[in-house]
């Protein structure tokens, strides 16, 4: 069962979700008859999907090591049989399934399908996390593939890099022009909401994209992609200069909090806790509820 196909349609190309596991998305983007895929952690549903449709896959692309999102590679490149596929993943991380080596200013160019995107490096939540980002024209938005890396009002654990690189990653994404369509590789809005709402519990649009993103779900469909100047106004992790933002942390920490990056060091550090906290309770409440 996938989800609805993605209305997202640009220059020719479509961008599928199509999830696996719990809360993944590979992204398959294509023409019609051929696709690129994006982080394939599990390959049965990709594969399944790229033959309903008969895509010829020609490109992977990997964002980080993470076996939740190179996990599919080389069942897909099964699929794709004797002309293969090249698969692109970052320079600073070994991927065996790796061929072409990406860091930062790289540029894949394929022309089956006709796409074309940079490589901006993103460390922090793996060493060597890369971000693929396709750039505007005529009248059509970027689209921006950040892993990891941005979540849908939320950013990826600190698993390998520093607090430092992250926000540095994260600040790069946000300069990016507010329309930049963004597709990040997990369905993780609604839990992130819920912390977005206690960190800026004034943010009117948090709470209404809480009940919009809400329904979404409850529709069975996904909540992404999202947009750079939408996270702008409702990712607590890119609002950390925000007035409100650094009062609750003060208030509930009782440290001060002088610089973004302090805010965004014990914002991402109570997010980890936030998390665990509700998995405790309803663990509490429904053992095994959550397995
Ligand atoms: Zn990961």
Same mark, same amino acid.
């Given at each position: 069962?996938?989800?609805?196909?993605?209305?997202?349609? !640009?220059?020719?190309?479509?961008?599928?979700?199509?999830?696996?596991?719990?809360?993944?998305?590979?992204?398959?983007?294509? %023409?019609?008859?051929?696709?690129?895929?994006?982080?394939?952690?599990?390959?049965?549903?990709?594969?399944?999907?790229?033959?309903?449709?008969?895509?010829?896959?020609?490109?992977?692309?990997?964002?980080?090591?993470? !076996? %939740?999102?190179?996990?599919?590679? #080389?069942?897909?490149?099964?699929?794709?049989?004797?002309?293969?596929?090249?698969?692109?993943?970052?320079?600073? =991380?070994?991927?065996?399934?790796?061929?072409?080596?990406?860091?930062?200013?790289?540029?894949?160019?394929?022309? #089956? $399908? +006709?796409?074309?995107?940079?490589?901006?490096?993103?460390?922090?939540?793996?060493?060597?996390?890369?971000?693929?980002?396709?750039? $505007?024209? *005529?009248?059509?938005?970027?689209?921006?593939?950040?892993?990891?890396?941005?979540? @849908?009002?939320?950013?990826?654990?600190?698993?390998?890099?520093?607090? #430092?690189?992250?926000?540095?990653?994260?600040?790069?994404? @946000?300069?990016?022009?507010?329309?930049?369509?963004?597709? $990040?590789?997990?369905?993780?809005?609604?839990?992130?909401? #819920?912390?977005? +709402?206690?960190?800026?519990?004034?943010?009117?649009?948090?709470?209404?994209?809480?009940?919009?993103?809400?329904?979404?779900?409850?529709?069975?469909?996904?909540?992404?992609?999202?947009?750079?100047?939408?996270?702008?106004?409702?990712?607590?992790?890119?609002?950390? *200069? =925000?007035?409100?933002?650094?009062?609750?942390?003060?208030?509930?920490?009782?440290?001060?909090? $002088?610089?973004?990056?302090?805010?965004?060091?014990?914002?991402?550090?109570?997010?980890?806790?936030?998390?665990?906290?509700?998995?405790?309770?309803?663990? +509490?409440?429904?053992?095994?509820?959550?397995?």
């Amino acid at each position: 069962m996938f989800a609805n196909p993605n209305p997202n349609m !640009a220059n020719g190309l479509e961008y599928i979700p199509v999830p696996f596991f719990t809360d993944n998305y590979a992204w398959v983007i294509t %023409d019609g008859s051929y696709a690129v895929v994006v982080d394939p952690g599990h390959a049965e549903p990709v594969i399944s999907y790229c033959h309903s449709r008969k895509l010829i896959v020609t490109a992977v692309l990997l964002t980080h090591h993470h !076996a %939740d999102h190179v996990g599919g590679v #080389e069942d897909l490149l099964r699929f794709c049989g004797r002309k293969g596929a090249s698969v692109f993943g970052p320079a600073l =991380e070994r991927i065996g399934t790796v061929t072409c080596r990406a860091g930062e200013g790289f540029e894949v160019r394929l022309n #089956e $399908p +006709k796409f074309v995107a940079h490589v901006i490096a993103t460390p922090g939540h793996t060493a060597g996390h890369i971000s693929y980002y396709q750039l $505007p024209e *005529q009248g059509c938005p970027g689209h921006l593939f950040p892993g990891d890396t941005l979540f @849908a009002s939320g950013c990826g654990r600190l698993l390998e890099g520093t607090a #430092e690189e992250m926000l540095e990653s994260l600040d790069t994404l @946000a300069e990016l022009p507010p329309s930049t369509l963004v597709f $990040p590789a997990h369905e993780y809005t609604l839990s992130n909401l #819920e912390f977005a +709402k206690v960190c800026e519990p004034s943010n009117l649009q948090v709470r209404s994209w809480y009940d919009s993103a809400g329904a979404l779900r409850e529709a069975g469909k996904p909540t992404l992609p999202t947009t750079i100047g939408h996270e702008r106004n409702v990712n607590p992790f890119l609002r950390v *200069q =925000e007035a409100e933002v650094r009062d609750v942390l003060v208030e509930r920490f009782g440290v001060p909090v $002088p610089h973004r990056l302090a805010a965004f060091i014990l914002l991402r550090a109570w997010k980890d806790l936030f998390q665990g906290e509700f998995r405790e309770l309803a663990e +509490k409440w429904a053992p095994g509820f959550l397995n």
